[in-house]
C-alpha cells in the first residue's frame, strides 16, 4: 500500500513555509532602475515575490503654492496608488485619496522618505514621489519603500543612506522573514503578527517599525524587529549590487562600450 503526502506536509517535514522557504529567506528580488527613463527624474520596478511596485520621482520642482513652501527644506508629495488587478480577487477600483490602506501606506511612506532625503539642501521647493501597486502578494508597503529608495537614487536625489524595507512576524513561535499574503492573513480568528520595518543598513538607524497586533512581552518584540533588520541588510545588498550594476551600465553607454537593456525579460 503506497502512501502519497501532500506538498503542505512535505513543507512542513522539511521545517519549510508555505512558498518553500526557510523561515530567515527573504523573496525572491528583482530590481530595475530607469524602466520609465526620459518621463520622469528617476524611476525604479521592485519585484518582491509576487508583489510588484513601481516608482516614479519628479524633483525638485517649485511648490504648487507659495505657502506650501518651507524655508529650510523641499517638502516630498507622496502618493500610493494600486492597479485594479494589484489585489487578486478584490478588483474594485480603489482612489488613492480615500482609500484607507492607501493612504496609511503614503503616510509611512512619506515618514520613512523624511527621514532619509536630505531635505535641507533643496528649500523652498518640493520632490514628488508616485508608487503604483501593480500586484499585491503580501509587504506591499515595504516594496513601494524599496522602489522609492531606488528611484530617488535613480533621480540623483541626495540621501543619508540607502532606506530599505522587510517585513517580519510570527507562525506559533517561529519567527519568519518577509511574509507573503498568505502568512499576513489572520489565523483562528486572531491577527497575525506583522512588522514592517524600515531602516538605513549602513547607519543601524531603524526609521519604521509598526505592528499592530498583540505580542505576548516585549522580549517577543526585540525577537521579531532583530529577524525584519536582518531581512533589511538582505535586501540592501541586493538593492546596492543593482545601483552599482547600473551605474556601471550607464557609464559604459556613455563610453559607446554597452547598451541598456530591460532587466525584466
Do not use: Y
Amino acid at each position: 500500500m503506497t502512501t502519497s503526502l501532500r506538498r503542505a506536509d512535505l513543507l512542513s517535514l522539511s521545517n519549510l513555509r508555505n512558498d518553500g522557504r526557510k523561515p530567515e529567506e527573504i523573496r525572491r528580488l528583482r530590481v530595475q532602475l530607469g524602466p520609465l527613463a526620459g518621463e520622469a527624474g528617476g524611476s525604479a520596478l521592485v519585484e518582491m515575490g509576487l508583489t510588484m511596485a513601481l516608482a516614479v520621482v519628479k524633483g525638485p520642482m517649485e511648490c504648487l503654492r507659495r505657502s506650501d513652501e518651507l524655508p529650510d527644506r523641499a517638502i516630498l508629495d507622496v502618493k500610493v496608488s494600486a492597479a485594479p488587478f494589484g489585489f487578486g480577487t478584490d478588483r474594485r477600483v480603489t482612489n488613492a485619496n480615500t482609500d484607507r490602506r492607501l493612504v496609511e501606506a503614503a503616510h509611512w511612506l512619506q515618514k520613512a522618505m523624511e527621514a532619509t532625503v536630505l531635505l535641507q539642501l533643496h528649500p523652498k521647493s518640493r520632490i514628488q514621489i508616485h508608487v503604483l501597486v501593480l500586484a499585491d502578494d503580501g509587504g506591499r508597503l515595504c516594496a513601494a519603500i524599496n522602489a522609492a529608495t531606488c528611484a530617488l537614487l535613480d533621480a540623483g536625489i541626495p540621501m543619508k543612506d540607502f532606506c530599505v524595507a522587510c517585513t517580519a512576524g510570527l507562525d506559533e513561535d517561529t519567527t519568519l522573514v518577509d511574509l507573503n499574503r498568505r502568512e499576513e492573513s489572520s489565523s483562528n480568528g486572531q491577527p497575525a503578527v506583522v512588522l514592517p520595518c524600515a531602516m538605513l543598513p549602513q547607519r543601524g538607524t531603524v526609521v519604521l517599525a509598526q505592528c499592530e497586533a498583540r505580542l505576548p512581552s516585549t522580549d517577543t518584540l526585540h525577537r521579531v524587529q532583530a529577524a525584519a533588520m536582518d531581512g533589511c541588510r538582505a535586501v540592501f545588498e541586493i538593492l546596492q549590487a543593482a545601483v552599482r550594476e547600473r551605474a556601471t551600465t550607464l557609464l559604459s553607454a556613455r563610453k559607446g562600450h554597452a547598451s541598456i537593456e530591460n532587466a525584466f525579460p
